[in-house]
């Protein structure tokens, strides 16, 4: 079974090393304010990059565009950049670290800033892991940062700065908003992308939103039918009282619930999938002397698994796409037991088996985001790890169907 998992794994890599390269129709603008029409390695970022990798043609070298050599760069269609020297407020916006300050502290920092809506009223974004921070022109005005801070009242009590809405309710005055439309404004991409979208309607003013409304289902609900393959191998360290049972086939039944997360084109999501397996099978022995000859082992197990999946997509076309798995695999405690019996039916020895959590590593096809096949490999683990002196081995190789019905 791993022979078989590594050479897929290998075919994924070399696969996965041609075809992630994809170069989309863009442009730069250098420091010498010179427009270069290029290609550029749309990376969906999720953080504002700082660097692109691009090239002149598509069949020609790839070179690297810095912050320090570029003035902007955009993928037409998709994403658009600008450098700029900005107020960035950096404190800590986890509840465990607030502080105390109501008033932000800013630091003045050469950044790329990201274009949401581009018009009369100009909206831009700038992510750095988990900092949000949003910033706004008008009518090409100097950029300002969109004030907003979390702070300690109290120890127990919280407050929030919404300076932002003062800001935007002097500088985006529009007839046709209704009394709380900036009152009640939260300091969100979406509502704050709406309102200069809506702003720059009023004003009848031309816009660019490269923010759109996306119909992509980021949320998938699959059921997972699988053939299981199993194998378990008994060895007693004190009698030499061992058991390897072949491989025994079986079915299973999963139920997964997929999130893909929205940036870098799609291509990350994580997963949970509820599933049944059971395993059951025998041997006999003839090797160990007993009253009575020989010894059957009987297997009985049963649980449910519960994957937790980390999934990365490399899309082959427009309905076509492989994906490469990483799980950490929970199971929950089953009532299940090796049995040793006599010849003559009695029982020689009862032995309960125990949840062991395990990794597992599979790689898959995904057809339409309707149908997909995968493979998986479920490492060893000791279900007999509460015995000392025993120890069972047990595996899976699966071929696993899924169906994602919405």
């Given at each position: 079974m791993k022979k078989h998992l590594l050479l897929f794994l290998i075919a994924f890599l070399n696969l996965n090393a041609y075809a992630q390269i994809t170069f989309e129709k863009g442009y730069f603008i250098n420091t010498a304010n010179n427009k270069v029409e290029c290609f550029i390695k749309n990376m969906d970022w999720k953080n504002n990059p700082t660097e692109i990798?691009?090239?002149?043609?598509?069949?020609?070298?790839?070179?690297?565009?810095?912050?320090?050599?570029?003035?902007?760069?955009?993928?037409?269609?998709?994403?658009?950049?600008?450098?700029?020297?900005?107020?960035?407020?950096r404190s800590n916006d986890n509840l465990k670290y607030l502080d105390g300050n109501k008033q932000p502290k800013?630091?003045?920092?050469?950044?790329?800033?990201?274009?949401?809506?581009?018009?009369?009223a100009t909206l831009y974004t700038y992510y750095d892991s988990n900092l949000k921070r949003y910033f706004y022109s008008v009518d090409n005005s100097k950029i300002e940062p969109l004030?907003?801070?979390?702070?300690?009242?109290?120890?127990?009590?919280?407050?929030?700065n919404n300076h932002f809405r003062q800001q935007l309710f002097n500088d985006l005055q529009c007839s046709s908003f209704k009394k709380n439309t900036i009152a009640n404004l939260n300091y969100e991409l979406k509502p704050l992308s709406k309102l200069f979208i809506e702003y720059n309607q009023c004003m009848n003013a031309d816009f660019e939103n490269y923010e759109p409304t996306s119909d992509y289902n980021f949320l998938n609900f699959t059921l997972r039918p699988r053939f299981n393959s199993s194998a378990l191998a008994i060895e007693n360290v004190e009698t030499n009282l061992n058991f390897d049972f072949e491989n025994k086939n079986s079915f299973g039944l999963g139920v997964e619930i997929e999130y893909i997360f929205p940036f870098n084109k799609n291509k990350w999501s994580i997963a949970v999938e509820p599933t049944y397996q059971s395993y059951k099978n025998s041997k006999t022995t003839s090797d160990y002397n007993i009253s009575g000859g020989e010894l059957t082992a009987k297997v009985d197990y049963s649980s449910i698994e519960i994957p937790i999946t980390f999934r990365h997509y490399l899309f082959l076309n427009n309905k076509s796409k492989i994906f490469l798995n990483a799980s950490y695999v929970l199971t929950t405690q089953p009532e299940s037991a090796i049995r040793l019996i006599r010849t003559d039916g009695s029982t020689y020895a009862t032995y309960d088996i125990e949840s062991q959590n395990t990794f597992a590593f599979g790689l898959g096809y995904n057809f339409k985001n309707k149908y997909n096949l995968e493979i998986r490999y479920l490492k060893k683990r000791n279900i007999l790890n509460s015995y000392s002196y025993l120890r069972a081995d047990y595996q899976t190789f699966s071929v696993?169907?899924?169906?994602?019905i919405f």
């Open positions: 990798e691009y090239k002149l043609s598509l069949e020609g070298e790839s070179a690297i565009g810095t912050i320090n050599n570029m003035i902007e760069f955009g993928i037409y269609n998709d994403s658009k950049y600008i450098r700029e020297v900005a107020q960035i407020e800013f630091s003045e920092e050469q950044v790329f800033l990201k274009i949401l809506v581009e018009g009369k004030v907003y801070k979390r702070y300690m009242v109290t120890e127990k009590k919280m407050g929030k696993i169907f899924g169906y994602t």
